[in-house]
């Protein structure tokens, strides 16, 4: 008989968060983020200084988590650990540390596909938040990733579309690099977005057959568009930058909507979940939650803490797996690019 209180203590690594939670079955009793800000310099993630930086974070995030959840490691039932995809560096940092604790307490050690935990973050118990149905089509958005999965049960899941060359967030990110704007330029497209007119310039939107994406095609108008704007005015981004970041947004909701729209069609599946960093985006938040009233979409949107990287995420899969027993030993090896 299982113990009908599960605790998992849950840690992720990926790329630059440091991440840890402890959840008690569904429910998050901590969650606890470290940011590196050492890339901010770079503009863009430098794997060596992530691996070093998750290093140095790694005890006092986990120490963090388990004070806030007010448990102590004695009482955990299992750890779960990012598995990948990510970068090498980082999630070994992840794994190592969660192989040595899960042996050290004796207790069962759980590998977690950091894509499908993006996606079954919707299932953490949250007062407000409803969870989605089986099937339901998820739409995954992030630095790394930008997929389209037809979700038929926890572990069932088809990838239908994904990106054919950057992620969304890698859009929002280089598309804000171009505008002078620090990494990760996302947030502060978004927060200039809200303040412009999304109509007030056209990007011509990529041809792209089926379900896939393609965003390079769109980050080189925007470089040609800046370019030739520039040399006509050399203030143009200044005075310009909240229509810019609107039409940008504007240009990468459509293109994301169009395919969830053949999505819809293909499928008959009018549930859509949405998750991954780029999900915070209020612009696609609000154009997914007017779906209902426009299209009949039932849509998902997760709190705003579960969508970019976390270790919640990575909580809900380990209770999952934990349910089923489906455990690893400490030979389990990380992984840079995984697939579900
Ligand atoms: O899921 P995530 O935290 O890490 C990866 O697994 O990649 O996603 C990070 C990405 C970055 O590209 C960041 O710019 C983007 O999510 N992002 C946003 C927003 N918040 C985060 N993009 C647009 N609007 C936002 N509000
Ligand atoms: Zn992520």
Request: hydrophobic letters at 45%.
């Amino acid at each position: 008989m299982l113990n009908p209180e599960v605790y998992i203590l849950a840690i992720e690594s990926s790329c630059d968060d440091t991440a840890a939670a402890v959840l008690c079955n569904d429910k998050v009793l901590s969650n606890v983020v470290a940011n590196q800000l050492v890339h901010t310099q770079y503009g863009g993630v430098v794997p060596e200084l992530a691996s070093r930086a998750h290093q140095q974070n790694i005890v006092p995030v986990i120490d963090a988590a388990l004070k806030k959840a007010n448990i102590s490691k004695e009482q955990l039932s299992a750890i779960a650990f990012t598995q990948g995809p990510g970068l090498m560096g980082s999630l070994l940092v992840g794994s190592s540390f969660a192989k040595s604790m899960a042996l050290a307490l004796n207790i069962p050690l759980i590998a977690v596909n950091h894509m499908q935990a993006h996606i079954l973050a919707h299932f953490i118990d949250e007062a407000g938040y409803d969870k989605p149905e089986f099937p339901f089509i998820a739409l995954t958005i992030s630095g790394g990733h930008t997929q389209i999965v037809r979700v038929g049960n926890y572990f069932d899941m088809t990838i239908i579309g994904e990106t054919t060359d950057d992620a969304v967030g890698e859009a929002f990110d280089k598309t804000a690099k171009i505008l002078g704007l620090p990494y990760p330029g996302g947030p502060l497209v978004d927060k200039n977005a809200q303040l412009g007119n999304p109509k007030a310039f056209k990007f011509t939107k990529p041809k792209v057959p089926g379900l896939d994406f393609s965003f390079s095609g769109l980050k080189t108008a925007i470089l040609y568009f800046i370019q030739k704007n520039k040399a006509e005015n050399p203030n143009f981004i200044d005075e310009n930058i909240n229509d810019i970041c609107a039409s940008i947004q504007y240009t990468i909701i459509e293109i994301l909507m169009d395919k969830l729209k053949m999505a819809v069609k293909e499928t008959g599946i009018k549930q859509i979940a949405i998750g991954g960093g780029v999900s915070a985006n209020s612009g696609i938040r609000n154009t997914l939650k007017e779906a209902y009233a426009k299209y009949g979409w039932k849509t998902f949107v997760p709190k705003f803490e579960y969508t970019t990287d976390n270790a919640a995420m990575i909580g809900i899969v380990g209770y999952q797996k934990f349910l089923s027993q489906n455990f690893e030993n400490a030979s389990v090896v990380s992984k840079a690019r995984i697939q579900f």
